[in-house]
C-alpha cells in the first residue's frame, strides 16, 4: 500500500509527539514524488474514488472536529481536550494508514490531504496557537471533500 510506506514515519511520529513530524512528512513525501507543496488536482475531472477504510476514517475525523468546534470558537476548549482531540484524530490517522488501499494516483492526491491533517494534530499539540491546527484539520476536511468521491459528505461551517 502507497500510504503506509510514505506517511506511516510521520504518522508514527507524530503518535510519539515528536516536534520534527512535519518535516518528517514533507521529506516522506518529497522521497515518492509528492511534495509538501504539491496541489490537489480532480481525476480528469470526476473526483478521485476511496475506499471503505478512508471513508470510515475521515468519517471519524470529522465527527470528532464537528463535536469540537462551538467549544474551540468560544476559546472554551482547554489544552487537555486539544491533546485528546489531537490522539482521536491521530488514532483515525494510523487507521487509515494501516487500512486504506488506493492506487497510486488517489494515494498521492490524499497524501496532501494527510499531510494537512498531520500539520493540524502538531499544530494542536503545540504549547500556543492550537486552534490553528483545528482551523488547519478542518480545512483539510473541505479539500477531501471537495477532491474525494466520499458520498455524503459534508464540510464543517467554521
Not at 45 to 66: H, N, P, V, Y
Not at 110 to 125: N, S, T, Y
Not at 132 to 154: E, N, S
Request: proline content about 4%; glycine content about 8%.
Amino acid at each position: 500500500m502507497f500510504i503506509s510506506k510514505t506517511i506511516l514515519p510521520a504518522v508514527v511520529a507524530l503518535g510519539l509527539g515528536l516536534a520534527l513530524a512535519p518535516a518528517a512528512a514533507a521529506e516522506t513525501h518529497s522521497h515518492h514524488g509528492a511534495s509538501a507543496t504539491a496541489k490537489l488536482t480532480l481525476d480528469h475531472g470526476k473526483k478521485w474514488q476511496t475506499d471503505a477504510a478512508l471513508r470510515r476514517g475521515m468519517g471519524e475525523i470529522r465527527s470528532a472536529m464537528a463535536q469540537s468546534l462551538e467549544p474551540i470558537h468560544k476559546g472554551a476548549f482547554t489544552p487537555a481536550q486539544y491533546d485528546a482531540l489531537a490522539m482521536r484524530i491521530q488514532g483515525q490517522l494510523d487507521d487509515v494508514v494501516r487500512n486504506c488501499k488506493l492506487p497510486e494516483a488517489a494515494d498521492q492526491q490524499l497524501h496532501v490531504v494527510l499531510e494537512q491533517i498531520i500539520d493540524g494534530v502538531a499544530g494542536m499539540k503545540a504549547a500556543t496557537a492550537r486552534d490553528k491546527g483545528a482551523v488547519k484539520i478542518v480545512q483539510a476536511l473541505g479539500q477531501y471533500g471537495k477532491y474525494f468521491d466520499h458520498a455524503g459528505w459534508q464540510p464543517l461551517q467554521h
